[in-house]
T-cell receptor
């Protein structure tokens, strides 16, 4: 099992550009979570899906952020337009029925200049 | 909703010292409890868990016991190593909330 796979590992972009982060969860897992981690705010839950359906997006900071899960093996988090304050490490995690703990990906380090 | 309070860091220890990182929680029911570890440049990894009162989770020399009476789940290790340097997160899960609630994390540095 390759675990949760995120791409890219690092992304540097200019303010105003669109950024798309990708995640492949573990096969068979029915929950998928997107987190953002910064020194100032720590670990923040942005949105999570159950069986590809968004359940709670109350953590999405603003309309510039959107997330999709078109099928059980793929999810994207998009920021358009990006701003310097979006610079952070973004983690994807998946779990089976939410009870046994999450498996996290290695994260995408986003820098917006 | 649930909340998790962790011992403030950073914590700095010498190799082979005893480690305790305190964690207390508030919850409406009887949550499952977890410790996650994040090594530099990596995502969080599940370290150990306990699902009911008096259960003891253990892994890699780390232990934590689910104490319902004190609503605590303190992480302990008898002899830390330099390789244990990482950030440690306590977390709770309640079915009603259907997601994990994480503490703020505690940075541990172990010096040789």
């Amino acid at each position: 099992d390759a675990g949760v796979i995120q791409s890219p590992r690092h992304e540097v972009t200019e303010m105003g550009q669109e950024v798309t982060l990708r995640c492949k969860p573990i096969s068979g897992h029915d929950y998928l979570f997107w987190y953002r981690q910064t020194m100032m705010r720590g670990l923040e839950l942005l949105i999570y899906f159950n069986n590809n359906v968004p359940i709670d997006d109350s953590g999405m900071p603003e309309d510039r952020f959107s997330a999709k899960m078109p099928n059980a093996s793929f999810s994207t988090l998009k920021i358009q337009p990006s701003e310097p304050r979006d610079s952070a490490v973004y983690f994807c995690a998946s779990s089976f029925s939410n009870y046994y703990g999450y498996t996290f990906g290695s994260g995408t380090r986003l820098t917006v200049v | 909703g649930d909340s998790v309070t962790q011992m403030e860091g950073p914590v700095t220890l010498s190799e082979e010292a005893f480690l305790t990182i305190n964690c207390t929680y508030t919850a409406t029911g009887y949550p499952s409890l977890f410790w996650y570890v994040q090594y530099p440049g990596e995502g969080l990894q599940l370290l150990l868990k306990a699902t009911k009162a008096d259960d003891k989770g253990s892994n890699k020399g780390f232990e934590a016991t689910y104490r319902k009476e004190t609503t605590s789940f303190h992480l302990e290790k008898g002899s830390v190593q330099v390789s244990d340097s990482a950030v440690y997160f306590c977390a709770t899960y309640e079915t009603s909330g259907s997601r994990l609630t994480f503490g703020e994390g505690t940075q541990l540095t172990v010096n040789p």
